[in-house]
């Protein structure tokens, strides 16, 4: 039974730091991708930034620069470093992740995604 569970978020003044966390457990294929998402009050959920079965990691121009996507075992914790933090970046923030495809130019549409976290608060103000 898959499951991501979420932590570490909270609020934090403008220009401070936080590193939500991401434990995935039963996710036992090789080729997958995992995904950071965000939704901010009255918004739609936006993708964040993803990590590819490789390790490799991109991001939305928005936070490019500013949050880093990093992993422990491949299939088992998941984080989001966030710097430089802003206001606009409050927002709920939810874990995904994808059986069996790689990420891809279309990391960002939600429907790929097979498993989705409860989501954690940031508050930036």
């Known amino acids: 039974h898959v499951q991501l569970v979420e932590s570490g978020g909270g609020s934090v003044q403008d220009g401070g730091s936080l590193r939500l966390s991401c434990v995935v457990s039963?996710?036992?294929?090789?080729?997958?991708?995992k995904g950071w998402f965000r939704q901010a009050a009255g918004k739609e959920r936006e993708g964040v930034g993803y990590i590819d079965s490789d390790g490799v990691p991109d991001y939305t121009d928005s936070v490019k620069g500013r949050f880093t996507i990093s992993r422990v075992n491949a299939n088992h914790t998941l984080f989001l470093q966030m710097n430089s933090l802003k206001a606009e970046d409050s927002a709920v923030y939810y874990c995904?992740?994808?059986?069996?495809?790689?990420?891809?130019?279309?990391?960002?549409?939600?429907?790929?995604?097979?498993?989705w976290g409860q989501g954690t608060q940031v508050t930036v103000s």
């Open positions: 039963d996710f036992t294929t090789t080729t997958n991708c």
């Open positions: 995904a992740a994808a059986w069996g495809l790689r990420c891809g130019r279309n990391w960002h549409q939600q429907s790929r995604y097979n498993y």
